[in-house]
């Protein structure tokens, strides 16, 4: 089946220390998003891709970047995580951003 | 910029009863899109129905519904014989049509709980 693929499912790294998260599709979605989810809250978006092109939430952090090498793959780089940013990370994919989106499992990354 | 408003925080229904969900939402925007996206406890986001606002029929999808209101700017869902397994937190989201515009707004969350 055709899906979103988030690993790992759970991450735990020391404050300051980076991380990466990465998530994959075989969608072949043209975007692809990330979202910070606290806690009973709704998810926030922290940027996307539309196919290269990279969109940046103006109130994301400088210390979340991202990268796409390719179609299938995005990764969420934390450069510097601080007890702040524990949070599910979601991944999310569209076809052309005009439709749904489809939803990974989530990473759930705890900062020590 | 437009805002997307859940008034319910909590709801819990018996099992098979019928229950209603309120979203509105706030746009100057013509042309967009309503969701209601599921989360059920520990397991990924799933879109439960979609509306598009040109289209005056309200989406139905097995016992999902909406009640969209255009002038109201309101958009509820109806959920009908209530499971267990639709226990979950529901986001109602909003979404400008068209290229460049592929943000989702979010309201703040409706968890729903069905009781046995």
């Known amino acids: 089946d055709a899906m979103v693929i988030q690993n790992p499912r759970y991450q735990v790294t020391q404050f300051g220390k980076p991380v990466t998260l990465s998530c994959s599709q075989t969608l072949n979605h043209n975007v692809m998003y990330w979202y910070q989810q606290k806690s009973s809250q709704a998810p926030k978006l922290l940027f996307h891709y539309y196919d290269k092109d990279f969109n940046n939430e103006a109130d994301t952090p400088d210390n979340f970047q991202s990268r796409r090498p390719n179609t299938s793959f995005c990764f969420l780089d934390i450069r510097s995580p601080g007890l702040g940013d524990a949070a599910m990370y979601l991944c999310?994919?569209?076809?052309?951003?005009?439709?749904?989106?489809?939803f990974g499992p989530g990473t759930r990354l705890t900062v020590t | 910029a437009q805002t997307v408003t859940q008034s319910q925080p909590e709801m819990s229904v018996q099992e098979a009863e019928t229950v209603t969900l309120s979203c509105t939402y706030d746009t100057s925007e013509s042309n967009y899109y309503l969701f209601w996206y599921k989360q059920p406890p520990s397991r990924q986001m799933i879109l439960v129905i979609r509306q598009e606002a040109y289209k005056q029929q309200n989406a139905t999808e097995n016992r999902f519904s909406v009640n969209f209101q255009k002038a109201a700017k309101s958009f509820s869902l109806k959920i009908s014989d209530s499971q267990l397994g639709d226990t979950a937190m529901y986001f109602c989201?909003?979404?400008?049509?068209?290229?460049?515009?592929?943000?989702?707004?979010f309201g703040t969350g409706t968890r729903l709980t069905i009781i046995p």
């Open positions: 989201a909003f979404k400008v049509s068209g290229f460049g515009n592929e943000k989702l707004t």
């Open positions: 999310a994919t569209s076809r052309d951003g005009d439709g749904e989106q489809y």
